[in-house]
């Protein structure tokens, strides 16, 4: 395993774990554009905090809503064609050189995830893991990650089904942080209670559990049983039970409060980076922002001061009151 001593991030150097350097990350490898951020990296680490921001302030120039119609609605103008499932470069990328995708789910715009059914999910599952290597063989790219933002709550500013993928030159502090932690318990028989009471569903090998030490309410870890480390490596069948699996679980937070639940989700992978590691297992995140009924669970200053999190509902409770929704019954689903 790596220490905190990592060595820096050289492609070449296969065996060590890439880390963010602000001396030598992606902002000195970018290409010159003769911008005062290259005298500025736009990539920073905060020497207090050690937080790592990337300061992309031509992004506040992107369109809040579209002009006229759906952009992604078949005819819009990133769907010209129709599609089941479709990936564009971002026109509004946070990441530059291509490095930022959408994703659109469906061509469907009132659709919801779970109304894709397992055959649609399974469509979207495979995109994501075709991207994650076409992105994940570029030179480069150490990390993708794969995610979605759902509801104007959590600023999706497009009804649209759909979700973005960011390449980064760096393997994220987040991910590396789990990476070099490699908890067994994270994923173990135990790890959705001793009697699996903060167990949610399960489909052939994946299971959703809410976590022991879960930081909002319904937050949920969706992982394989095996140690599958990354999307291109999950096999026929496991695409289909992950399908399954979110079609269940992203429907059952619908039917929690009988309303769209608003959410940020991600998977976690192996890095693309050439190196060793072996710790890595894929997985998704999910996290609802409500904690009842159209009510935020706000991070308040106490949680982001002291970096201690205040979940006003058990872990065991979030399981069992999702467990007891009924995700075919649904009334999001049509
Ligand atoms: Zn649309
Ligand atoms: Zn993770």
Redo the contacts with the bound molecule.
Sequence with gaps: MATEDAAPPHRADHGGHPDLDATDGPAAAAPATGEPAMADPPFRRDPLTGDVTFVVPKRQGRPNLPDSGCPFCVGGLEAPEPYDVRWFTNRWPALPDGRAEVVLYTSDHDATFASLGTTGARKVVDLWAERSAELGARDDVRYVLVFENRGPEVGATIAHPHGQIYAYDVVPP??LD?LRRADPSAFDDQAAGPDEERLVARRDGWRAWVPRAATWPYEL?LAPSDAVPDLPSLDDDARTALAALLVDVLARLDGLFDRPMPYMM?F?QRPFDGGHWPEARV?L?IVPIWRSAGVARYVAAAELGGAVYFNPIDPVDAAAALRAVDPTAGALAP
């Design positions: 987040r991910p789990e870890l991600w976690h997985h995140h």
